[in-house]
Nanobody
Framework: QLQLVESGGGLVQPGGSLRLSCAVT????????IGWFRQAPGKEREGVSC????????YYLDSVKGRFTISRDNAKNTVHLQMKSLKPEDTAVYYC?????????????????WGQGIQVTVSS
């Protein structure tokens, strides 16, 4: 059974960095597109970034372009989200999700499997 577990969240000051990791178990990661999503209080869940399994193509939300980088290590069944120059508006619960597909999407509806989420707080 596919399971996803996020790690690496926490409290960071504005301008700081965090690296989120998503460990995938129960399946071979090679066959799955992986997405990172976030949900702030009172807001809808939004797609932050995703990475395809076919060609490694990526997607980024406009507001995180140039600051966040997604990468995957299929040998370790892990996907990372490196976040730099963090802003208070990046504060949210971050989720990773898996889709049995070649090409990833930033739309939540495309994902069948979700992690439990991890809190990221950007505050001074």
């Amino acid at each position: 059974q596919l399971q996803l577990v996020e790690s690496g969240g926490g409290l960071v000051q504005p301008g700081g960095s965090l690296r989120l990791s998503c460990a995938v178990t129960g399946v071979i990661l090679d066959y799955y597109a992986i997405g990172w999503f976030r949900q702030a209080p009172g807001k809808e869940r939004e797609g932050v970034s995703c990475i395809s399994n076919s060609d490694g193509s990526t997607y980024y939300l406009d507001s995180v372009k140039g600051r966040f980088t997604i990468s995957r290590d299929n040998a370790k069944n892990t996907v990372h989200l490196q976040m730099k120059s963090l802003k208070p508006e990046d504060t949210a619960v971050y989720y990773c999700a898996a889709d049995y597909a070649f090409i990833c999407s930033g739309d939540t509806r495309g994902y069948d499997y979700w992690g439990q989420g991890i809190q990221v707080t950007v505050s001074s």
